[in-house]
């Protein structure tokens, strides 16, 4: 059933995406009409269900006995299927989609071989650990920070603008 939710979800978007750069609908009584699609199906949680759905399913996957190497070898696989798409895709790659599904897939294969012998170190370690202890607050302060940034400045962030930013970020997280 979780399976049929999440592929329904990813069908809709690549229907809406289809619709144009514009919702032109009163359907829902105009609630969407004059939004632009990619900013719908990219900050409303209907369209990114299907996400959530990959972290529900890790959960309930029974933990298995796994020769070491194996383990090495999922977490590369996982590693690639997360980099990958980082390098491939652009500004044009409507995300949330079908296309975040290489992401989604190597994060839960990261997660499920989280205790790899030697590659698993990249995740159990103090400083990935302290990361991952602020990742919400980083995620609440960081966008603030940015726009705060982008308003005095009025121009494009230079690189060490967008350092300071980072640095910003971590430090009130």
């Not at 895709?89 to 989280?114: C, D, H, K, Q, W």
Request: proline residues 5%; glycine residues 4%; aromatic residues 20%.
């Amino acid at each position: 059933c979780l399976i049929l939710i999440a592929f329904l979800t990813i069908v809709f978007i690549e229907y809406l995406s289809l619709k144009g750069p514009i919702f032109e609908t009163k359907i829902l009584n105009g609630i969407l009409y004059g939004k632009f699609v990619k900013d719908t199906i990219f900050f409303l949680f209907p369209f990114r269900f299907f996400e959530f759905l990959f972290g529900v399913v890790i959960i309930f996957l029974p933990k298995e006995k796994f020769k070491p190497i194996i383990k090495e070898i999922f977490f590369l696989i996982g590693l690639l299927l997360i980099f990958i798409p980082i390098i491939k895709y652009n500004s044009e790659t409507l995300f949330p989609s079908y296309f975040a599904l290489p992401v989604m897939i190597g994060t839960s294969i990261l997660i499920y071989f989280r205790d790899a012998n030697y590659l698993g170190k990249i995740l159990n370690n103090k400083l990935s650990i302290q990361i991952g202890l602020i990742s919400y607050s980083l995620y609440l302060v960081h966008w603030p920070i940015i726009v705060f940034f982008k308003y005095y400045n009025l121009n494009s962030l230079s690189i060490i603008e967008k350092n300071i930013i980072f640095i910003l970020s971590i430090v009130i997280s």
